[in-house]
């Protein structure tokens, strides 16, 4: 599969795709010849199995899912067992999205819906900037008020979830 050359995405860019924003900061994006299957990666990230540069990896990713017979999420989890080190990753693959983080979640990520539009981000902050604010979710800050976090993916907003340490999320039609 022939990649082109990455590109680092800024704050100021705001990348839409089929009805999701993406509010990524100084991302690298990689992408097919015809754009509809994308990688956006975040860190510093090593596959063990065969020491090659991570672009064709990603290339390699990219043509196994456009022809792989066992399910996307397998064969991503699959590939994963090959990465060390601290990233996340933004899967593109036609209308099917897979946000990842790392084992150890060094770079947060975000996502949610405002409206009926999915968004994805790496910053609350600059997104609710950009866009208006998201609605505080008063039970989850009582929690957060009373034990510093909110558990598990919520966050103190309300539909604006946070990745957890080593998860893969699938959203798809």
Known sequence: MELKLPETKTM???????NVTFFLDKWECFS?????QMVFVKGFLVNVNNNCKIENWIGRLLHQLSSNTETKI???QN?????RGFYSIVIIFGSEYYIITDIIRSIPLFYGFQGNSLFITDSLEYFQRSH??????ENKLEVFFYSGMVYGRNTIYK?????????IVSIHD
């Not at 100021?12 to 089929?18: D, I, L, S, T």
């Not at 208006?132 to 979710?137: G, K, L, Q, Y």
């Open 12 to 18: 100021k860019e705001v990348f839409n795709h089929n």
């Open 32 to 36: 097919s010849e015809g754009g509809s």
């Open 74 to 76: 397998n064969y991503i």
């Open 79 to 83: 590939e994963l067992r090959t990465l």
């Open 132 to 137: 208006s604010s998201f609605e505080i979710d």
């Open 159 to 167: 539909n604006v979830y946070g990745m957890q340490a080593g998860e």
